[in-house]
């Protein structure tokens, strides 16, 4: 028996997208085959923005479907990319002669399906693809692997791509902007107990107690390293620090930071660590100009967060505080 | 050391409340000494709402300060009343002639504090109570107890009192109305891991595998029984079952309907709790005619859920439609 308040493991995602549908009627439809999750008010004087991946990233993807964030998400099974021909469904579905913007997390999987659904849609319709590649904690793709990790910063890409569709930019200027925003962004995370898989009965990895994983992902999988336990005023600090140091934020800079629960987290904890991440960042001269706190971009329950932080520009600033209107986003 | 995202136990209200004001700055104010939280901007030509109990509940009640719901929250240590002086200032603060309401989940320490607050402050403030008792697997006071305990329900009672003091209502119409939501709302909960409260290393109870805890509370304590789990489809019938029975709602009766999750319970679970709660009202003929899901009454990181359902009348519907902006709810 799963330790986990669903049915059938195989039948998670579908069952939670019904109630997706049920909880959210005026914001999102869901499409059930081939499997995706669009506007329920369909925008079809702009660029269509669509995202996707496997699931269990809840609210990602399928709650920031919505006006100013995105207009199709396209999920897997869990931690599984979803196919090709759904992904081609769901732009085919949302794309209305202004062209599709993919915003892909940079997995093989996820790649290979969004890039292959490029190439299955006509070419009359125009497709670009932003790649997000913020884990801090995985090699850049200049060492002959895949390349870091998509994580959290994605959130920023969705909203900040979206609020510039909404105003009528076009596919080429939103997909330099999403490309922007990904360079100038990176993310690091930490987990105190990893996630449990449905229809399994204990974590992906064991920590001992005064243990924690740094670097881990959003799949269950074990991090860079193991290090001691730490109270938040050296954790955060030892998260921010390199975040910092990647974006190259200095002295002056401003930042717009989300403080991401990874599924178990407390709201407690949250804002623990939004209280010194704000310390930090001013003991480094660098201005908290936007934060965000909350489980936006899950691994299953795993019991830990992530930090991500993007260098803020007057317009990304601008299109951050439009408004947005999804199941998870709303303001 | 603690297996939380925190520094010292002792300091996690108080530093958690300065990140709610950093996170929230337009929605809430932060008052340290005496503690408590009041909207950013006053409202002044209104009844005041007044609400508090212990902290670990997050986002219960800080972050239903706000537009449409409290004017102000006073939270006490985790798990823990707060004092009468704080509930005293509180609503000193807030209580602008218009006399103030004091919503208060049924629990002995709550009970007297907000007595005594409600007792010290000037007889020129006009001041009433509404006690919060939803909780069904405790007995009711009749027993000679203390009486059922207040849990998610009070979400419903803070949104749709706050609906009608916004609307102008006396404090007397406010009370009456709150009294009523009381009445006509109930709610069962289960657990499947307890939490562990911070500076603590394991839960506060344990299962093993295949057990789940029915009828707990929002404090780590043991529930009314334990049981065999149970795939979501026979799980929210057990929950949902008795509280219709318990509200007297029947065949053409509709509801509105939260979807708790007690702390560490993922969206995908709450989602398939939502579709299967729907699919359970409908063999009843009964209409879900509104509800939300997600973290809002917490017990710490406990992994679990808690059904609350309120019999509607357009009374009720029309106050929970109204807008609310606050931290943890905004529509």
Not at 157 to 166: N, Q
Not at 250 to 279: F, K, M, R, W, Y
Not at 287 to 310: C, E, P, Q
Request: glycine share 10%.
């Amino acid at each position: 028996m799963s330790n986990h308040i669903i049915n059938r493991p195989e039948d998670v995602v579908h069952e939670a997208l019904e109630g997706l549908g049920i909880l959210y009627p005026d914001i999102v439809a869901y499409h059930r085959d081939p499997r995706f999750v669009t506007r329920s008010v369909a925008s079809t004087d702009k660029v269509a923005l669509i995202s996707g991946g496997g699931a269990g990233h809840e609210p990602l993807h399928t709650e920031f479907v919505g006006t100013g964030m995105l207009d199709a998400a396209v999920p897997g099974a869990v931690f599984a990319s979803p196919t090709a021909l759904q992904i081609k469904a769901a732009v085919e579905n949302v794309e209305t002669g202004h062209g599709a913007l993919l915003i892909v997390k940079n997995y093989t999987g996820d790649k290979l399906n969004f890039s292959i659904a490029a190439e299955l849609l006509s070419p009359e319709r125009e497709v670009a693809i932003v790649v997000v590649d913020d884990d801090l904690s995985t090699a850049t793709a200049d060492s002959g692997g895949p390349g870091r990790r998509g994580t959290a910063a994605v959130l920023t890409v969705e909203k900040i791509c979206g609020a510039a569709a909404e105003r009528g930019r076009s596919l080429t200027e939103i997909a330099d902007l999403g490309r922007r925003v990904v360079s100038a962004s990176a993310t690091l995370s930490v987990a105190l107990r990893s996630c449990t898989p449905p229809g399994h009965s204990v974590p992906s990895f064991q920590l001992n107690e005064g243990e924690m994983e740094f670097g881990v992902g959003i799949h269950g999988e074990r991090g860079r390293e193991t290090r001691a336990t730490a109270a938040a005023s050296e954790l955060i600090p030892q998260l921010a620090g390199p975040v910092v140091a990647e974006i190259a934020a200095v002295e002056g800079d401003g930042v717009i930071a989300v403080v991401n629960g990874l599924g178990a987290t407390h709201g407690l904890e949250l804002a623990v660590a939004t209280a010194e991440l704000q310390s930090f960042l001013k003991s480094k001269g660098i201005t908290l100009d936007r934060v965000i706190a909350g489980s936006f971009v899950t691994a299953l329950d795993m019991h830990g967060l992530s930090i991500t932080l993007l260098r803020s520009t007057e317009e990304f600033l601008d299109l951050w505080d439009a408004p947005v209107h999804t199941a998870a986003l709303t303001w």
